[in-house]
């Protein structure tokens, strides 16, 4: 079974950056979830996937897993690409293209 460590992606429901500065460290399910057929429920008998574990470094995260003899994969978190575009910049002087309604 593999673990995998990651950053969590900023949910897209907030602007901050909240809940995104640690590393996560979980595992791949080893088997395929099951609809469970009176209740219509699905489950799952691997234990592991329930396992959600957090560190403050990435470094952390690989040093629990080589201790434990545990394989893992790192997923290395890719850089925002935002812009700042403020109000203001609707009425600038400079605007490339003049602002009409």
């Known amino acids: 079974m593999i673990a995998r460590i990651y950053k969590p992606a900023k949910n897209a429901m907030q602007s901050g950056t909240a809940k995104t500065r640690h590393w996560v460290l979980d595992f791949e399910p080893s088997e395929p979830r ?3 057929p009176l209740m219509g429920w699905t489950s799952s008998g691997d234990t ?3 396992v959600r ?3 403050d470094t990435k470094e952390e995260a ?3 897993c080589e201790a ?3 394989a893992y994969q790192v997923i290395e978190p890719k850089p925002a690409t935002r812009r700042t575009i403020a109000y ?3 009425f600038a ?3 490339r293209s003049p602002w009409t309604h």
Do not use: M, S, T
């Open 48 to 50: 592991r996937a329930q």
């Open 53 to 55: 574990l957090k560190f």
């Open 62 to 64: 690989v040093a629990y």
């Open 34 to 36: 099951r609809v469970e």
């Open 93 to 95: 002087a400079g605007r």
């Open 68 to 70: 434990r003899g545990i």
């Open 88 to 90: 203001a910049d609707n």
